[in-house]
C-alpha cells in the first residue's frame, strides 16, 4: 500500500513509520504543520507545533530512507480545534482537544487529501489494535499496553476512517518501542512523551484561555449558593478540579472542595464535598460508532476521561424522532446526529465534566463513542457508599 | 527507496548542478594548502589564484578586479551591501534614513532591509510592482523626489527568483543618480543568462553567486564601486578591501571563476537553447491543462524576462500537492516560494504582483538550466495529467471538508 505515516517528531510515530516501511508499504513521512506561526502556540521544546519537532520527524525520515514533506494543516486545526477548544470552554464544557484532532484533521482533513493523493491509508504512532471480524467489519480494540491505551482518544473513527489507518504500534509496549528506536538508530529514541495540549506551551490551560478570551469575573458558590470567593474566568475551571480554586476560607467541615458544577451564562461555579461529584447516570449526544448502532440496552463499560477507569455501564441509544434516519452514513453503520445515548452507570463515577467524551467498550473492543452533555445522581449516595 | 534513478531536476533557479570543469578545478586547489594572506610561497600562489579568479570575474562582468569582494554567497553579499550602505550613509548624514526597495526581493534582501527598520532607525519605502512582476518606475521616481535627500540607498533585484522578470535597473539607475543615491541590484539569477555589464548598468554595487551558474554553493561575489564605502559586517584580518574579514576560500573562487568563464561563454547558446525548451514546456503545459495560467512577462529578451523560467498557476491545486506527486516520480520542481519550518508560504511575490493567496499557493516555479534536456521537458508533461488530477482532486477533498 502507498501510506502516509503521520510524523510528530516524537519516538512513537517514528517507531510506527518504521514499522510500516518494514510491513512492505511504500511509505511517505508528513509532519503536520499545526500552527501557521510556529510560535505562536507554543514555544516550548515539546508538543506538535515547535519547528524542533519538524526536524525530529524529518531526521527520521531520514534514517528510514523515506520522503518526507510537511503539511500545513494550520488553517482546519485553528477552525476545528482551537476554535472549538474556546467555544466549548466558552460554554462550561472541557473538550477533549486531542480526540477533536483525530476526528477532524488527522484522521479527516489529511486523511482526505492522502486518499485523494492516490495514497491508501495513514499510519500514526497511536497505541489501538485493529482487527477486522469475520464480516469485514473493522473493530479496534485497546493496545496491548493498557498503560498507553489511546483507543480513547481515537473511538471517534468511523468504519471508512479506520478502513483506512494503521496503528503499527498497538501490540507493543512503550519501553519495547523505546528500545527498538533505540535499535533502529532514531535520535529521538529517549526523547521525552509528550503530555500538555500541543497548542498551550506551558501547560497552563487556564491562562492560555484567560489570555484569548479576557477576564469574565464570576462567584464561586458553595453547594447552597453561598459565595464564597470571586473568580476571573469561569474557563478556569473544571468539573471535579480541586487544586487552585483559592477559597480562602475551609469548608465547615474541613474537608477539600471539588467543582460540582460551571454554569457558563453568569459564570458561576459551584464547589462542594467530593460526595457531590459522584454521578451515576450520563446523558451524551452526538454518537459515533465504530460499527453497529446497539439496539437494544448494551451492557458494557464507559472509559469516561482520557486514561481514566472503566465504569461497568448499560448504554441505551435513542433516535430522536426528527433525525427520521438521516443521521445514518451510506453503510447504514455509522450513525452521528441528533441520537442520544444515555449511560446508566452500575459503577459510579467521579468528576465527570460535559463536553468529555464517553468512550463505549466491550471487552476491549470499542463500541462507539459520544459527547457527555449532562450528568445526574439518581442513587443516594449513601446507597452507592 | 535508495535505488538510484535518473531525476529530472527543473528546479536550476534554487541550485544548478556544478559544471564538471569546476569541480575539477575545485578538487585540484583543494589539495594544495596555502592561506593567500600568507607571505611564503604556498600563500603567494593562493594568491594568485584568488587574483586571477578577481580578474576573471571582474572581466565577465564589466567590473575592476578591486571592485569584486568575494563573500560566501548572496545573503551575505545583499547583507553587506544594504546594511554597509545604510550604515554608511548615516553615518555620513543622519538625515539620509529611507531605504528604497522593491517588493519582490528575495528574503536576504527583504529581512536585513526590515531588520534595519527595526534595530536601526532604518524608514523603509517598498516600490510595488505590476501584474508582471515589475516595478512601477514612476512610483520609485515619486517616492525617491518627495525627498530625495532622505534617501541612504535604493535596492531593486535584476531579475526575479521566482517570476524571471527582468527589472527596470537603467532607469533605477538613472533616478538615484540624479540625486547621488547609491543603487544595490541583486543579480543572482540573472548572472549566466543575460547579459550583465557593471560599468554599463551605473549600479553601485551588485550581488552574484558561483551555485546559480555551475560553480559551488559557499561563494560569491559583491562588486562595489571602488569609491563606495559599505560598514563591514564581519571585523578581523581586514581581506576584501578590509570590508569582508576571514579567510577567503581558494578552492571555492577558483572554481566560481571557471564556472563564470564558462557561463559567460556559453549563455547565448544556452540561453537560446533553454528558451526553446522553455517553449516546449510551456505548449505542453497549455496542452494538458488549458486553464493554467503562465505568470509573470511573456516576452522573451534581457528587458523582459530570464529564458529558464516558467511560472505556473494550476487553478484549483495546490502547489505543494503537486511538487509531491511530481517528486514520488523522480521530477523535481519548486513552489518558488519561501518556506517556514517547511511549510511553504503563499508568495510574497505574488501577493505582490496582485494575486489571491489561494493563487499564490497554486503555483509552481519550474526552472531549466544547463543539464536540461527535451527528455527532461517530455517527462514532466508525461507526468503532468495525473499529478494535476490527484492534486485537483486533494484540493477539493480539503475545500469541500
Known amino acids: 500500500m502507498k501510506v502516509i505515516a503521520a510524523m510528530s517528531g516524537g519516538v512513537d510515530s517514528a517507531v510506527a513509520a518504521a514499522r510500516a516501511v518494514d510491513a512492505g508499504h511504500d511509505v511517505t513521512g508528513v509532519h503536520l504543520a499545526l500552527s501557521r506561526n510556529p510560535k ?9 507545533c515547535s519547528i524542533e519537532d519538524a526536524n525530529d520527524a524529518r531526521r527520521a525520515a531520514d534514517v528510514l530512507g523515506i520522503p518526507f514533506y510537511v503539511w500545513d494543516m494550520s488553517d482546519e486545526f485553528a477552525d476545528e480545534v482551537v476554535e472549538d477548544f474556546i467555544a466549548e470552554y466558552t460554554a462550561g464544557r472541557t473538550p477533549n482537544p ?108 487556564a491562562g492560555w484561555l484567560t489570555e484569548k478570551l479576557g477576564p469574565k469575573p464570576g462567584d464561586i458558590v458553595d453547594e447552597t449558593g453561598k459565595v464564597l470567593a470571586a473568580h476571573d474566568g469561569a474557563y478556569a475551571f473544571t468539573i471535579g478540579q480541586r487544586r487552585g480554586l483559592k477559597l480562602g476560607i475551609p469548608a465547615d467541615d474541613g474537608k477539600p472542595r471539588f467543582v460540582l458544577d460551571i454554569e457558563p451564562v453568569s459564570g458561576t461555579v459551584t464547589v462542594g464535598p467530593r460526595e457531590m461529584l459522584t454521578v451515576d447516570y450520563i446523558e451524551a449526544i452526538k454518537p459515533l ?84 452533555a449532562r450528568t445526574e445522581r439518581r442513587t443516594n449516595i449513601a446507597a452507592l457508599a | 527507496m535508495n535505488e538510484t534513478r535518473d531525476t529530472v531536476y ?51 562582468l564589466g567590473a575592476r578586479p578591486s571592485e569584486v569582494v568575494f563573500l560566501s554567497g548572496g545573503t551575505e553579499a545583499n547583507n553587506l551591501a544594504i546594511k554597509g550602505l545604510y550604515w554608511s550613509r548615516v553615518g555620513a548624514d543622519p538625515g539620509r534614513r529611507r531605504v528604497i526597495f522593491s517588493s519582490i526581493e528575495h528574503h536576504a534582501l527583504l529581512d536585513p532591509v526590515t531588520w534595519l527598520a527595526k534595530h536601526e532607525g ?40 521566482e517570476l524571471g522578470t527582468i527589472q527596470p535597473i537603467a532607469e533605477v539607475v538613472a533616478i538615484a543618480h540624479a540625486h547621488g543615491i547609491p543603487v544595490h541590484s541583486d543579480a543572482v539569477q540573472a548572472a549566466g543568462y543575460v547579459p550583465l555589464d557593471f560599468a554599463a548598468s551605473g549600479l553601485d554595487a551588485m550581488t552574484v553567486t558561483a551555485h546559480k551558474l555551475g560553480g559551488p554553493v559557499g561563494v560569491g561575489a559583491l562588486l562595489m564601486k571602488r569609491e563606495l564605502d559599505a560598514t563591514p559586517l564581519l571585523h578581523g584580518g581586514g581581506q576584501e578591501r578590509d570590508v569582508r574579514s576571514g579567510t577567503i576560500s581558494v578552492a571555492a573562487i577558483a572554481a566560481f571563476a571557471k564556472a563564470m568563464d564558462l557561463a559567460v561563454a556559453r549563455r547565448d547558446e544556452t540561453s537560446a537553447r533553454i528558451e526553446r525548451l522553455r517553449a ?55 513552489t518558488g516560494s519561501a518556506c517556514t519550518a517547511g511549510v511553504p508560504q503563499p508568495s510574497h511575490v505574488l501577493l505582490a504582483m496582485g494575486y489571491s493567496d489561494v493563487a499564490a499557493r497554486g503555483s509552481l516555479r519550474l526552472s531549466l538550466g544547463h543539464t536540461n534536456t527535451r527528455a527532461d521537458v517530455d517527462a514532466f508533461l508525461a507526468a503532468l495529467p495525473a499529478v494535476h488530477e490527484r492534486a485537483f482532486a486533494a484540493n477539493l477533498a480539503r475545500s469541500g471538508s
Open chain 1, 40 to 48: 505562536s502556540y507554543r514555544s516550548g521544546a515539546r508538543g506538535c
Open chain 1, 98 to 205: 486531542c480526540l477533536r484532532c483525530n476526528e477532524k484533521i488527522k484522521f479527516a482533513a489529511v486523511l482526505d487529501r492522502a486518499l485523494a493523493l492516490g495514497f491508501d491509508a495513514v499510519a500514526t504512532g497511536h497505541y489501538a489494535q485493529l482487527r477486522t471480524d469475520d464480516d469485514g467489519m473493522i473493530e479496534m480494540h485497546r493496545a496491548v499496553d493498557h498503560g498507553k491505551d489511546q483507543s480513547y482518544v481515537l473511538g471517534v473513527l468511523t468504519q471508512h476512517q479506520l478502513a483506512h489507518s494503521l496503528f503499527p504500534l498497538g501490540d507493543t509496549t512503550k519501553d519495547i518501542v523505546r528500545l527498538e528506536a533505540a535499535a533502529r538508530d532514531l535520535a529521538v529514541a529517549k526523547k521525552p512523551d509528550s503530555h500538555d495540549i500541543c497548542f498551550i506551551s506551558d501547560g497552563d490551560n
Open chain 1, 289 to 372: 460508532w465504530c460499527g453497529a448502532v446497539p439496539t437494544d440496552a448494551l451492557e458494557c463499560s464507559v472509559q469516561l476521561r482520557a486514561h481514566g477507569e472503566e465504569h461497568r455501564a448499560v448504554v441505551r441509544v435513542s433516535t430522536s424522532s426528527t433525525s427520521e434516519g438521516g443521521s445514518t452514513s451510506e453503510s447504514g453503520l455509522t450513525g452521528a446526529g441528533s441520537d442520544t445515548v444515555t449511560i446508566e452507570l452500575l459503577e459510579p463515577a467521579s468528576g465527570i465534566a460535559p463536553g468529555q467524551a464517553a468512550v463505549i467498550y466491550a471487552g476491549t473492543r470499542v463500541v462507539g463513542s459520544a459527547t457527555i
Open chain 2, 10 to 60: 527543473l528546479d536550476h533557479a534554487a541550485t544548478t548542478p556544478m559544471v564538471p570543469e569546476a569541480i575539477e578545478v575545485m578538487a585540484r586547489e583543494m589539495a594544495r594548502t596555502g592561506n593567500a594572506s600568507s607571505l611564503h610561497t604556498s600563500g603567494r600562489t593562493a594568491r594568485r589564484t584568488v587574483e586571477e579568479s578577481r580578474e576573471l570575474i571582474a572581466d565577465r
Open chain 2, 122 to 161: 532604518a524608514v523603509i519605502d517598498m516600490t510595488p510592482v505590476d501584474r508582471l512582476g515589475r516595478i512601477l518606475i514612476d512610483d520609485l521616481r515619486t517616492s525617491v523626489e518627495s525627498d530625495p535627500t532622505s534617501v541612504a540607498a535604493i535596492t531593486t533585484m535584476w531579475a526575479n527568483n
Open chain 2, 280 to 334: 516546449h514546456l510551456i505548449d505542453g503545459i497549455r496542452r494538458i491543462v488549458p486553464d493554467a495560467i503562465i505568470n509573470g512577462d511573456p516576452e522573451p529578451g534581457a528587458d523582459h524576462r530570464l529564458p529558464n523560467i516558467a511560472h505556473v498557476t494550476f487553478p484549483g491545486c495546490e502547489g505543494d500537492a503537486m511538487l509531491m506527486l511530481f517528486d514520488a516520480q523522480g521530477i523535481e520542481c519548486s
